[in-house]
């Protein structure tokens, strides 16, 4: 049954958040998630923080409110329980934008792996197989910059914190009743770690299918691109598409080759972005490789010989970790995540 919408607080003002963050220092659990915009952004924008603490529900307009430091302090706060769903996301905003880590976490969705569910399984089917509540999914796409907020953006964004309290709680004692809330704590530390949010800046272009492809000199250009990209993109506070999209890369690549000239030649290319960088293109192809340029691409993954004895072993093994998550109801993408190469 949906539980009735119930009353909350709309925080929009320094002092308001100040006073929340006072009246819940003490609290033994916190559950939140948050809306964002990340589109045609370098910067994703926190737009609004949903929080259900024992004190009661509480909506944070993180637009009108300049300083989150003291909810920030509350997430990292180790003697306060944080209970989300998909907190990875959340989590990742708040360290790469205030570089705050969260201690003493449970989430949801990570747990609901180790007690039958696939994973990622959404909140709403979580919520529907838990405790057989449908949610109302009609502001699941909107606009959470715009202001004036809707009353009925605001308890359908409510909706996502509601239901955690209850839900974390059955998801945990069933974890004690099979013995695994220990496998599933481990599993969740990882939220914790600096190391789960932070990117080599060269990732995108080591994993890029363009990369092993290339010719050396070529792929020193394409890690440069992907830098200059980036560096571009958090200047102007662009989507990193929106300044050079990736699948451009290649032709770029592969038309430089044939002299600066053939950058403005090549129809497929955006003409206004070669007139205003093709020089620094033309240069970013001509200066020599630094040491570091050339241990990064020792990290590129050279031809393998096929061996389709080796294959067959690893596809062997792979359907009996299958077959064995399935006997223990256990998600396959907690036990082998998916980018796992079974090569």
């Known amino acids: 049954m949906k ?9 929009e003002t320094d002092e308001g958040l100040r006073a929340f ?9 916190l559950c939140f998630d948050t809306e964002f915009v990340g589109e045609k ?8 923080i949903q929080v259900v603490t024992p004190l009661g529900c509480y909506l944070i307009d993180s637009i009108a ?5 003291p909810f920030l302090d509350l997430i990292a706060d180790p003697a306060i329980r944080k209970v989300t769903h998909a907190g990875e996301n959340d989590y990742r905003l708040l360290y790469l934008q205030f570089g705050v880590l969260p201690r003493n976490v449970f989430d949801i969705q990570v747990a609901a792996g ?35 907020f809707n009353p009925r953006q605001l308890t359908y964004a409510l909706d996502d914190v509601l239901y955690l309290p209850e839900l974390s709680q059955k998801i945990q004692n069933r974890l004690k009743a099979l013995g695994r809330l220990d496998w599933a704590m481990e599993e969740i530390s990882t939220f914790e770690q600096a190391a789960m949010y932070d990117r080599d800046p060269n990732r995108e272009a080591l994993m890029s299918n363009l990369m092993p492809s290339l010719k050396p000199k070529e792929q020193i ?14 200047r102007l506070n662009y989507s990193k598409e929106m300044i050079f999209p990736a699948k451009m890369m290649g032709i770029l690549i592969r038309a430089i080759a044939s002299g600066k000239d053939a950058l403005l030649a090549n129809r497929r290319l955006p003409q206004r972005t070669i007139q205003k960088h093709g020089n620094h293109f033309w240069d970013l192809f001509n200066r020599p490789a630094t040491p570091e340029e050339q241990e990064v691409l020792g990290l590129v993954a050279g031809y393998v010989e096929e061996d389709p004895e080796h ?6 093994l792979h359907l009996l970790i299958r077959y064995r998550c399935n006997q223990e109801e256990i998600s396959i993408d907690l036990v082998l995540p998916r980018g796992y190469s079974k090569n």
């Not at 409110?65 to 430091?69: D, T």
């Not at 890690?223 to 571009?232: A, G």
């Open 114 to 148: 180790f007690i039958g569910y696939k994973y990622p399984t959404s909140y709403a089917k979580l919520v529907e197989g838990e405790m057989q509540v449908t949610l109302d999914k009609a502001y699941a796409v909107t606009d959470w910059e715009a202001r004036p």
């Open 221 to 234: 250009l394409l890690l440069r691109l992907y830098h200059w990209r980036n560096e571009e993109a958090r």
């Open 41 to 48: 952004r370098f910067t994703t924008l926190i737009c609004l």
């Open 3 to 11: 539980k009735n919408p119930p009353s909350f607080e709309l925080i």
């Open 65 to 69: 409110v300049k300083n989150l430091k």
């Open 311 to 316: 294959d067959l072993i690893m596809e062997m």
């Open 21 to 29: 963050a006072a009246q819940n220092a003490q609290t033994p659990w």
